[in-house]
């Protein structure tokens, strides 16, 4: 089988490795009344491929955000999808019982694919024995960045004020979260009064990771402007980089799909940048020694027309 040397070359010679994509692989899921379908994307070449656990935004499924994960799997990531409850594919209604508790199905989503990790690499031919289990990231945009930071070590906070239950998973060491929930003292009367879940903490949300917000993100959901989306690299501890897209709304240019009906600031650059960023950040979280982001990071801010800025602390 050819290995990542092959892979290297094909990259440097312009041509991205090809990628492999297998839907809907099936996990058993007692007590969620749907077993959950999860998509795999993978290189066909390379070895000690890292994985990335993605949570989509609402409404969407293991279908959208091919922008991401087509694009990270050619850079040699295990990209793991599933769909979400709440994902229009499925029709859950409104009064269906389980609707107040789908925030933590979605988590619950993210833990059982990696659980299942043996059954997801086994269904994609050719990936037996070529996944670096050690090297775990989870990523999400919009509720899908609420549900990975959750793996991150970010809480909801109860009624009370008190943050609930540690939700966070070990495996997980490095984290991308793209337009994710700010803080729940903000939240608008519409919000407040449908998704009162939506009430973070970061105090505990210590894992390493990357957020992405757009300077025209203005949301229903929230009270603030645009700044309420990068509450997640304010108020968290640790070794966090926020990277602020300049003119961007909610989709990032296009993040869940190009010509996607929610994508209202179609942008193939600044996709092009979410997509460059994220991947360097992610290998070089993961990956003790490796220097692509720093490099990357340089190159954006010495940009004569950066198409963002980033900050990192």
Do not use: C
């Not at 850079?75 to 409850?85: A, K, R, S």
């Not at 050690?134 to 930071?149: C, F």
């Not at 109860?158 to 929930?181: F, H, K, M, N, Q």
Request: glycine share 12%; net charge negative.
């Amino acid at each position: 089988m050819p290995d990542s040397t092959t892979a290297n070359a094909q990259q440097s010679a312009g041509a991205p490795p090809p990628v492999i994509s297998v839907r809907p692989v099936v996990l058993p899921a007692p007590g969620r009344g749907e077993d959950l379908h999860v998509r795999v994307s993978a290189p066909m070449t390379g070895g000690d491929l890292p994985v990335i656990v993605f949570s989509h935004g609402y409404g969407e499924s293991m279908n959208g955000y091919a922008p991401l994960a087509d694009f990270w799997a050619a850079q040699g990531f295990v990209v793991l999808q599933p769909t979400h409850l709440d994902s229009r594919t499925l029709g859950l209604p409104p009064e269906d019982p389980r609707t107040p508790r789908i925030w933590l199905y979605r988590i619950e989503d993210l833990t059982r694919a990696l659980d299942g990790l043996d059954t997801l690499e086994a269904a994609v031919p050719g990936l037996g024995g070529r996944v670096d289990r050690g090297r775990v990231a989870a990523a999400g945009h919009s509720w899908g960045a609420q549900t990975a930071g959750a793996l991150l070590g970010a809480r909801v906070l109860g009624p009370d004020g008190v943050p609930g239950e540690d939700l966070s998973d070990p495996r997980v060491t490095a984290g991308v979260l793209l337009a994710p929930t700010g803080l729940g003292d903000d939240l608008s009367p519409f919000a407040a009064e449908n998704f009162p879940f939506m009430r973070p903490s970061f105090a505990t949300m210590t894992t390493p990771a990357l957020i992405v917000a757009g300077d025209n993100d203005q949301s229903m959901l929230s009270t603030r402007g645009p700044d309420w989306f990068t509450d997640a690299y304010t108020h968290s501890p640790g070794s966090k980089s926020l990277l602020t897209l300049f003119e961007a709304e909610h989709s990032l240019g296009g993040v869940s799909g190009y010509g996607a009906a929610e994508t209202t600031d179609e942008s193939p650059a600044r996709v092009a940048l979410v997509q460059r960023l994220t991947s360097a950040f992610l290998r070089s979280a993961l990956t003790p020694g490796d220097t692509g982001w720093r490099a990357t990071a340089t190159e954006l801010e010495e940009h004569p027309s950066p198409l963002g800025k980033l900050l990192s602390r």
